[in-house]
Structure formats: structure tokens, C-alpha cells
């Protein structure tokens, strides 16, 4: 609307002001009695259709200009006259519209004079000399003090409307071409996989861990909680111990989810690993500060013992980053020593979460998810396409792997895409309590937090 808006204040500005000068004609015949007269007004009213076209012809527009001496060609002076016939009556309007309102005048007086000869001439019998059609002036000629174009405000208002209905147009055809994940149904529907929770989008998720420790109570820290309660109970009979995280493309936030679960249940006071699988853009290290020269890759080329590269973190909580990147990651990934490995941390750590690429670029998460116990699926909320979503199911589903359920990332905290509040049960100075009340939470708590598990 504002676009529509400028365009037709910038072509209003720059439009030339147009003055009309108006003459009324009335077109009547001589009569001598009642039925003449009646006679003669429906000889006026078919004639004054036809006396219409003529004062726009070339022939009355050169009269015209024969006599202005206004500098205009025939042309253009046929070009500012308009006329219209009023509806069943002998009255005919002339309408001249110039930049000049003087020239204007001008044009329509000579007009006036003109045409009333031309008339009168061509209605005239031969060998008579009376003309059948008598032509006055009813009115004018009048020229308007202001000009008749352009009009300002009707312009604007037209143009605000277009914008409008264009607007919404717009958000109607992106909304119905739009093929993105918007709600959980959506997301549950296409993956036929339950939903297990919808985290809200946090601006601090990128730049460091998840504050959780103690009493951490963010909206995000809540839906992740939730997350970890899921997980627990989504199939009692079939406990998870090794956990794939993975998305179908890059920039869902995989990494960081898998952060901030991996502390969650090391608050359940579990013994807790984060294994960085990603061996092609790891981000597990740089995103919790820690070295991640050796890691994973180190232990499956033979170089270093898995309790040598393992990195406590906090309490409850070890890291085992990628190490260095190698030339094939899917066939280290994929080795007897990466099954061997998953083995033997199995009797150390209750519960392992490993961070591995997206599943549509590469196929190094379907080959980890194939040894776990299961595997989440993350979808960015009005991101991730429902093409995306079907292909990363289908390639989950090819190698037997179990998808225990998705996970709905940055969702709106507020509008109509919100998917959970937790401001209601948020307890009084918590962080999320700081957050609805418009204040930032405090920077102690985080530091604190720094602090314990360096």
C-alpha cells in the first residue's frame, strides 16, 4: 500500500494542472404549435447525438484554429474537446481542457461561435434561408479555479485501496503457494511420526549453551524439558540409550537442540555423552568452547583411546567432538570401529546423543541412525518445505532406522504460530518471567553457569 501509495504521489506531483472551460448548448427547432413543438423536441434529441460528433471532428477543430490564433494544429485542439450528450434532453456539453486555463477559455469561445455556425450551415435546406436547428449557448463558457486534474487526494485514496488489494493478494498467493511447515499437525501428518515438541525460536541459541542448570526457566529450556520427558516414555517397552539428532537440510538448529537436550538429561542427574558425528561442519566444539582438534575421528583412525579425547563438561555432562575432518566421513561413519565405538559407550554413558548432518545433503545421518536406538527429526517452522520433510522421512525409512518423532525448531513465541506459552507457570523472577515482562535476564546466571562447568 505505501509503494502504491509513493508511485501515485510522485506521478501526481509530476502531472501538468489541466483547467476545463465548459459550454452548454441548447439545440431546439422553430415550431408554431403544440405538436410541432413536440415533434421538434424529438428532432432535437436524435440530433444532438449526432451534433456530439461533431465537436470533436477535424473539421470544426480547423474553424477553431483558423480563428484562436492559440498556436495548437487542428490536432491537438480536437484533443482537448470533449463532449456528452445529457441524457433525453436537447442540452449538449463542451468540455475544453488545457494546461493554459487563458488558452482554454479561449478554445471553448471560439468554439461556441464556431459551432453554432456549423450547425446552422449544415442544417440549413437548399435554396432556404432558415436553418431547421436553432443552436444557443445555455451556459458559459466557465472555467474552473482549479484544475480538474490532477486530483491529490482522490488519487492517493485509489491508489492506498489498489495497494491494499494487491496487498492481500500477495499474502493470499504466498500463503497457498506456500509449502513450508507451519504447525505440528502439518509436521506429524508428513512424517507420520508423533511431534514430541515445538521449541520456540531464541534469539541466544547460536551464540552459547543453553543456561539449564538450576533454575533455568526459558521458554525454550521449558519446551526442551518437555523434549526430554518425551523422549523417556515415547516407547517404554523399547528404552533409547543412542539418540541421532538430525534435520533434512542445513540452518535448523540441530546442533544447539542437541546441546541443550544433552544437559537436560544430564540435570536428570543421567550420565550423559554429546558425540559430534558431523564430520563435514562440526559445530559442537566452537559451541560449547572447547577443543575439538581430536575427537571421534581420532578414536576410528586408531590414533587415541576413547577416554583420552572424551571432554567433561559440567557434571553429568562429557563431549567427544568430531576431531580432524576426514576425506569420507559417510565410510568412517559407517566402519566396524564407529559400531564397536557406539558399543562400547553404550555400558558407560545412560544416554548418548550424537549431532549428525542433515540427512538430504549427505547420507552420514542415516548410517549413525541405523546403529542407534532412534533418531529425532528437527523441522524449522515455516522453513523447512514439506518436500524436505517426506525425503529426509524416506531416507530414515530405507535404512530401517527409527524415527522416534520430530521436533518442531523456531517456532514464534508470539502470533498466531505460537505452538506453547510458559509464561503462566514461569515462577517470579525466573528468567522466562524477566523475558515477558520486557527486561533481559541477567547475565550472572549465565556466568555462574560458565563457571561450574569449566
Same mark, same amino acid.
Given at each position: 500500500?505505501?509503494?502504491?501509495?509513493?508511485?501515485?504521489?510522485?506521478?501526481t506531483?509530476?502531472? %501538468?494542472p489541466?483547467?476545463?472551460?465548459s !459550454?452548454?448548448?441548447?439545440?431546439?427547432?422553430?415550431?408554431?404549435?403544440?405538436?410541432d413543438?413536440?415533434?421538434?423536441?424529438?428532432?432535437?434529441?436524435?440530433?444532438?447525438?449526432?451534433?456530439?460528433?461533431?465537436?470533436? $471532428?477535424?473539421?470544426?477543430?480547423?474553424?477553431?484554429?483558423?480563428?484562436?490564433?492559440?498556436?495548437l494544429?487542428?490536432?491537438?485542439?480536437?484533443?482537448?474537446?470533449?463532449?456528452?450528450?445529457?441524457?433525453?434532453?436537447?442540452?449538449?456539453?463542451?468540455?475544453?481542457?488545457?494546461?493554459?486555463?487563458?488558452?482554454?477559455?479561449?478554445?471553448?469561445?471560439?468554439?461556441?461561435?464556431?459551432?453554432?455556425?456549423?450547425?446552422?450551415?449544415?442544417?440549413?435546406p437548399?435554396?432556404?434561408?432558415?436553418?431547421?436547428?436553432?443552436?444557443? !449557448?445555455?451556459?458559459?463558457?466557465?472555467?474552473?479555479?482549479?484544475p480538474?486534474?490532477?486530483?491529490?487526494?482522490?488519487?492517493?485514496?485509489?491508489? @492506498?485501496?489498489?495497494?491494499?488489494?494487491?496487498?492481500?493478494?500477495a499474502?493470499?498467493?504466498?500463503?497457498?503457494?506456500?509449502?513450508?511447515?507451519?504447525?505440528?499437525?502439518? #509436521?506429524?501428518?508428513?512424517?507420520?511420526?508423533? %511431534?514430541?515438541?515445538?521449541?520456540?525460536?531464541?534469539?541466544?541459541?547460536?551464540?552459547?549453551?543453553?543456561? +539449564?542448570?538450576?533454575?533455568?526457566? $526459558?521458554?525454550?529450556?521449558?519446551?526442551?524439558?518437555?523434549?526430554?520427558?518425551?523422549?523417556?516414555?515415547?516407547? !517404554?517397552?523399547?528404552?533409547?540409550?543412542?539418540? *541421532?539428532?538430525?534435520?533434512?537440510?542445513?540452518?535448523?538448529?540441530?546442533?544447539?537442540?542437541?546441546?541443550g537436550?544433552?544437559? #537436560?538429561? /544430564?540435570?536428570?542427574?543421567?550420565?550423559v555423552?554429546?558425540?559430534?558425528?558431523?564430520?563435514?561442519?562440526?559445530?559442537?566444539?566452537?559451541?560449547?568452547?572447547?577443543?575439538?582438534?581430536?575427537?571421534?575421528?581420532? *578414536?576410528? @583412525?586408531?590414533?587415541?583411546?576413547?577416554?583420552?579425547?572424551?571432554?567433561?563438561?559440567?557434571?553429568?555432562?562429557?563431549?567427544l567432538?568430531s576431531?580432524?575432518?576426514?576425506?569420507?566421513?559417510?565410510? =568412517?561413519?559407517?566402519?566396524?570401529?564407529?559400531a564397536?565405538?557406539?558399543?562400547?559407550?553404550?555400558?558407560?554413558?545412560d544416554?548418548i546423543? %550424537?549431532?549428525?548432518?542433515?540427512?538430504?545433503?549427505?547420507?552420514?545421518? /542415516?548410517?549413525?541412525?541405523?546403529?542407534?536406538?532412534?533418531?529425532?527429526?528437527?523441522?524449522?517452522?515455516?522453513?523447512?518445505? $514439506?518436500?524436505? !520433510?517426506?525425503?529426509?522421512?524416506?531416507?530414515?525409512? $530405507? +535404512?530401517?532406522?527409527?524415527?522416534?518423532?520430530?521436533?518442531?525448531? =523456531?517456532v514464534?513465541?508470539?502470533?498466531?504460530?505460537?505452538?506453547?506459552?510458559?509464561?503462566?507457570?514461569?515462577?517470579?523472577?525466573?528468567?522466562?518471567?524477566?523475558? =515477558?515482562?520486557?527486561?533481559?535476564?541477567?547475565?550472572?546466571?549465565?556466568?555462574?553457569?560458565?563457571?561450574?562447568v569449566?
Amino acid at each position: 500500500m505505501l509503494a502504491a501509495v509513493g508511485v501515485a504521489a510522485i506521478i501526481t506531483v509530476q502531472t %501538468v494542472p489541466q483547467y476545463a472551460t465548459s !459550454v452548454t448548448f441548447f439545440i431546439t427547432t422553430p415550431n408554431t404549435g403544440v405538436t410541432d413543438a413536440y415533434q421538434g423536441g424529438l428532432f432535437s434529441q436524435q440530433r444532438v447525438k449526432s451534433y456530439q460528433n461533431l465537436l470533436t $471532428s477535424d473539421r470544426l477543430a480547423l474553424l477553431i484554429a483558423e480563428r484562436t490564433g492559440a498556436g495548437l494544429t487542428p490536432d491537438q485542439i480536437r484533443e482537448r474537446i470533449s463532449a456528452q450528450a445529457i441524457h433525453e434532453t436537447v442540452l449538449l456539453e463542451a468540455t475544453v481542457t488545457d494546461s493554459d486555463p487563458a488558452r482554454s477559455k479561449l478554445i471553448a469561445t471560439t468554439l461556441a461561435t464556431r459551432f453554432k455556425a456549423l450547425v446552422e450551415s449544415l442544417e440549413t435546406p437548399p435554396g432556404k434561408r432558415l436553418s431547421s436547428v436553432k443552436v444557443e !449557448v445555455a451556459a458559459g463558457p466557465k472555467t474552473t479555479d482549479t484544475p480538474v486534474s490532477p486530483k491529490p487526494v482522490r488519487n492517493l485514496l485509489f491508489a @492506498a485501496l489498489l495497494g491494499v488489494i494487491a496487498g492481500c493478494g500477495a499474502a493470499a498467493l504466498r500463503e497457498l503457494l506456500d509449502t513450508t511447515i507451519k504447525s505440528p499437525e502439518a #509436521l506429524q501428518d508428513l512424517a507420520a511420526a508423533p %511431534v514430541l515438541a515445538g521449541v520456540p525460536f531464541d534469539t541466544d541459541a547460536k551464540s552459547g549453551p543453553l543456561n +539449564v542448570s538450576g533454575k533455568g526457566h $526459558s521458554a525454550r529450556a521449558e519446551a526442551l524439558r518437555q523434549l526430554r520427558t518425551n523422549l523417556q516414555y515415547v516407547d !517404554v517397552d523399547k528404552p533409547v540409550n543412542t539418540l *541421532v539428532v538430525t534435520s533434512a537440510v542445513p540452518g535448523e538448529g540441530k546442533s544447539s537442540t542437541a546441546c541443550g537436550l544433552a544437559m #537436560l538429561f /544430564a540435570e536428570a542427574e543421567q550420565r550423559v555423552l554429546i558425540m559430534d558425528a558431523d564430520l563435514r561442519r562440526p559445530r559442537i566444539a566452537d559451541y560449547l568452547g572447547l577443543e575439538g582438534a581430536v575427537g571421534l575421528t581420532t *578414536v576410528l @583412525a586408531g590414533q587415541a583411546e576413547i577416554d583420552d579425547v572424551l571432554q567433561r563438561y559440567g557434571t553429568n555432562l562429557w563431549v567427544l567432538p568430531s576431531g580432524f575432518l576426514p576425506p569420507n566421513p559417510s565410510e =568412517m561413519l559407517g566402519s566396524r570401529h564407529m559400531a564397536d565405538l557406539l558399543g562400547e559407550l553404550r555400558k558407560q554413558f545412560d544416554m548418548i546423543i %550424537v549431532d549428525c548432518p542433515p540427512l538430504l545433503p549427505v547420507t552420514d545421518a /542415516a548410517v549413525v541412525a541405523a546403529r542407534a536406538d532412534g533418531a529425532l527429526l528437527l523441522a524449522r517452522s515455516r522453513k523447512t518445505t $514439506s518436500a524436505q !520433510v517426506t525425503t529426509a522421512v524416506k531416507a530414515l525409512r $530405507s +535404512v530401517d532406522a527409527r524415527l522416534l518423532g520430530c521436533v518442531l525448531n =523456531m517456532v514464534a513465541s508470539k502470533g498466531p504460530d505460537a505452538y506453547y506459552y510458559y509464561d503462566e507457570y514461569a515462577p517470579k523472577g525466573s528468567a522466562l518471567a524477566d523475558l =515477558m515482562s520486557g527486561e533481559s535476564p541477567a547475565d550472572t546466571a549465565s556466568a555462574r553457569h560458565a563457571a561450574s562447568v569449566r
